[in-house]
């Protein structure tokens, strides 16, 4: 299905699946009695809340460019547009550690999937299609295994690939406008942004990935933890950003609920330090096989007469 693949990133990505693994559930194992009913209730408070406070947006199950959607569409490979917003020149090693960075810190929430519920692959793949960088001159060393932009800006004046490729931008599959065709189009971006200054900070959605260049420099470059883009991944598959306010609201109408039975911090979970904590928690870890199971079902993915309930209406203001 994709006309070029990165055999570096290809087997990155099998390095990584040793190198990071932690402990995780059996994908033969049983929801835990104690979140049965925890993961519908996280479903529900996010479809509420992102309704609620982006009434022009899609919502949760209604937008179709989650990392979920993008495995499917690639058949278990997600295409990334890379951008490059930094004044830095931009060689072989930089790149290649970008996409280990980058594989590493989503490897914590794609392992597992694989043999949970019918999902169709046994790892998830990842292909860098571009490169997006302000002058061609930045970017040194071999290119053969991907495309360099420098033609295209964000509507925030940022480098970008071509738009007509963005999987985001032409939810209707139409790619008719892609300069290097349907098979060159990318599911995700990940951008290092000077924008963000002396801040190891992030931003992220479906559509793509936004991590400081600071942040790069002084923590990611480093190759080990970085919590920021941890948490920036979750993003991606739909999480929230849970804020604990102390308050122990029981209320899925509310923006300060919390999981219950949660038996410690999540990754989704800031504090005034940030995202700061390096390893998803087991009821993370279920909450993305939860999303599977239930994407795969409303999108028709599989079939099994499996249904959901309505999700619940909250009163107006709820979440302002």
């Known amino acids: ?108 929430w794609l392992e597992w999937l694989p043999g949970w519920d019918n999902f169709p692959f046994k790892e998830v793949k990842f292909n860098v299609i571009a490169w997006a960088i302000a002058n061609d001159s930045q970017l040194i060393g071999n290119r053969d295994d991907f495309h360099v932009y420098t033609e295209f800006k964000d509507d925030n004046g940022i480098v970008a690939c071509d738009p007509g490729c963005s999987r985001h931008l032409n939810p209707d599959g139409d790619y008719s406008s892609c300069g290097r065709g349907a098979e060159n189009r990318f599911h995700q971006y990940f951008l290092v ?5 002396e801040y190891n900070m992030g931003a992220a959605s479906g559509e793509g990935i936004n991590v400081s260049e600071y942040g790069w420099d002084t923590v990611g470059s480093k190759l080990g933890n970085w919590s920021i883009l941890v948490h920036e991944s979750g993003h991606t598959f739909g999480l929230r950003d849970y804020i604990n306010d102390m308050s122990n609201e029981t209320s899925i109408c509310s923006i300060s609920w919390l999981p219950p039975n949660l038996t410690e911090q999540m990754v989704m979970e800031p504090t005034d330090q940030g995202a700061h904590i390096p390893k998803i928690t087991r ?32 009163p107006p203001g709820s979440f302002e």
């Open 283 to 314: 009821f993370e870890g279920w909450f993305v096989r939860y999303l599977w199971s239930r994407f795969s079902r409303i999108r028709g993915w599989q079939e099994d007469g499996t249904t959901f309930p309505p999700t619940p209406e909250c």
């Open 1 to 108: 299905m994709l006309s070029r693949t990165s055999t570096a990133i290809f087997s990155t990505v099998a390095m990584l699946r040793l190198a990071t693994c932690a402990f995780f559930d059996s994908p033969n194992d049983p929801i835990p009695d104690q979140w049965q009913k925890a993961l519908p209730m996280a479903w529900d408070n996010t479809e509420i809340m992102m309704n609620a406070m982006f009434p022009d947006d899609d919502g949760l199950s209604k937008y179709h460019n989650w990392a979920i959607d993008q495995i499917m569409d690639g058949n278990g490979t997600i295409n990334v547009c890379m951008r490059w917003n930094s004044d830095a020149i931009l060689d072989e090693e930089t790149r290649k550690n970008i996409s280990i960075q980058h594989v590493k810190q989503y490897q914590q």
């Open 193 to 197: 942004d000077k924008s963000w200054g």
